[in-house]
């Protein structure tokens, strides 16, 4: 079953049931279909064919679901762009996936129009708002559109991506991921039966929905059983329990910052009788963070693992009952129904429980590969085994722990950050010798990126004008929160600089 068809066959079963509520808005599974037909023939109609990509650069809105379901109705792939990004980012991700219409919103034009003219794929550009010069608008697209089926198209689910997705790359520039029909579905179908939600949950979305965790955890996973999204426009800690209260959402998915700072607001008199669990993954949850939110707001986390090469999930903390709970906070849990992961040392061989090695994962959730770039698939797929570069171990009853990122990996709220990428813009810099970029502790995001600075000879600069260079060739996220000047940075004999001086440097002055 493709995913067009799963939209097809969920209207058919629960009709008027509520898919999706947004502010004041509701929308049916049956409105669902046609909505997502309409999306489908509006780019038929645009000349959209199988295996073509639409970029999709927008904040968490309706139409965004539209589009993700819709998109793959005709065999087309869409290409989520993130929303925080500028210009330089979104040139390479929608240049690089070959799109040939890129769907955004006014307030995003300015960002398009710096780099339109350096996409040599690019047909169209349509905007969801007023009317702009030179672009098309969605509404009246929609508006000429048939909710009928779109013109049928042959899909070979297990083959045929649905979604590539960019996820930061180790070489600068971030690598598409492509996720087929099955690996989206069937990952949704994996967390289904681990989690256990019931149809008449309701799945509160406050992660931005160009991330993997928001389609696939609050998109998909209501969807594979009639249950319903309770869309956000993302999170807000004054809002926050209050529309978990107003919408009577059964559980919501998050990052470890999210909790801490949910900790941090104001939290009395909520009412939170409708809330059954929270899910929590993209970084390491603090041990502390979890058994205080578990106390403070007598709700259960379920900690779980996984990577956009994984299409979203690998492993997850056995959902707690009333009569048992098999969770180890810390762990990242033990892996999906369907999926097997195992610790493996340097030349690929399982080592035994305690020891630490590399994760690997196989399942139908990893992904077809990564688009146009052989290299990286040959290093991380190798006989059906996705190499996720994250160290850890096993215990012996089959529960991970991570120990260690993928290399130089920050992850700072969640968001994954690789400083080469941060380097790359360094170095552009006028006067800029050396640079080297690392993640520092940081109370609300758990770490934040610093960058060790040399200046060529009679070069000058200031802490601001650098971080101000960064604003603009980097989403803020990426952007260091500190600059630190040196004469020199360590290397290693063959002229390598050396990060782990500087990380002990760091970690040093964080005890004092």
């Known amino acids: ?139 009246e697209l929609m508006d000429q559109a048939s909710d009928a089926a779109p013109p049928p198209v042959s899909i070979n689910e297990k083959d045929d991506p649905a979604a590539i997705l960019y996820t930061s ?65 993302g999170f807000s800690a004054k809002k926050h329990w209050d529309l978990v209260a107003k919408y009577r959402a059964s559980t919501f998915s998050a990052v470890p910052t999210i909790l801490s700072i949910l900790l941090r607001m104001p939290h009395e008199n909520l009412d939170l009788s409708s809330l059954k669990f929270v899910i929590c993954g993209a970084a390491p949850l603090p041990i502390e963070v ?54 493996v040392d340097e030349n690929g061989n399982e080592v035994p429980p305690g020891v630490k090695g590399e994760i690997i994962v196989k399942g139908d959730n990893v992904m077809k590969g990564y688009f146009k770039n052989p290299e990286a698939n040959a290093e991380t797929l190798k006989n059906g085994w996705l190499y996720t570069g994250d160290i850890g171990y096993m215990t012996e009853d089959g529960f991970f722990y991570i120990v260690d990122r993928k290399k130089d990996m920050i992850i700072r709220g969640g968001e994954n950050i690789y400083p080469r990428e941060i380097e790359e813009v360094l170095y552009s810099f006028p006067g800029v010798s050396l640079a080297a970029v690392i993640g520092v502790p940081d109370e609300i995001y758990g770490e934040v990126p610093k960058a060790f600075v040399v200046m060529k000879e009679g070069a000058t600069a200031s802490a601001d004008e650098i971080i101000a260079y960064c604003k603009k060739n980097l989403a803020d996220f990426k952007v260091p929160q500190y600059v630190e000047f040196r004469d020199d940075l360590p290397k290693n004999p063959t002229g390598k600089i050396m990060k782990v001086p500087l990380r002990e440097e760091e970690k040093a002055k964080a005890k004092k």
Request: proline share 7%; glycine share 6%; hydrophobic share 40%.
């Open 1 to 139: 079953m493709t995913i067009g068809e799963l939209v097809e066959k969920q209207a058919q079963k629960y009709g008027d049931k509520t898919f999706l509520y947004w502010e004041d808005m509701t929308i049916s599974y049956s409105q669902l279909n046609k909505l997502t037909n309409k999306v489908a023939n509006m780019l038929y109609d645009l000349g959209i064919r199988k295996g073509d990509k639409v970029s999709v650069f927008l904040p968490n809105m309706p139409e965004f679901v539209y589009l993700y379901l819709g998109i793959p109705k005709i065999g087309a792939v869409i290409g989520p762009v993130n929303a925080l990004f500028k210009a330089r980012e979104v040139h390479f991700v929608v240049n690089h996936s070959e799109a040939k219409i890129l769907v955004t919103i006014p307030k995003f034009m300015r960002i398009v129009n710096e780099v339109r003219d350096q996409l040599p794929h690019l047909k169209h550009v349509i905007v969801i708002g007023e009317p702009i010069e030179n672009t098309l608008n969605y509404q």
């Open 169 to 233: 790359g180790t070489t600068g520039f971030p690598k598409g991921v492509l996720q087929t029909h099955f690996n989206i579905k069937r990952n949704a179908e994996m967390l289904v039966e681990a989690l256990k939600p019931e149809p008449d949950y309701r799945f509160m979305l406050i992660l931005p929905l160009f991330h993997v965790n928001a389609q696939i955890v609050t998109v998909m996973t209501p969807l594979t059983i009639g249950a319903s999204c309770i869309l956000t426009p």
């Open 290 to 343: 979890m058994k205080e939110f578990e106390s403070t707001f007598n709700c259960k986390i379920v900690e779980g693992y996984g990577l956009t090469e994984g299409t979203c999930a690998s492993s997850v903390n056995p959902m707690p009952t009333e009569t048992e709970d098999r969770r180890k906070i810390g762990s990242i849990g033990i892996p999906l129904p369907g999926t097997e992961m195992k610790i």
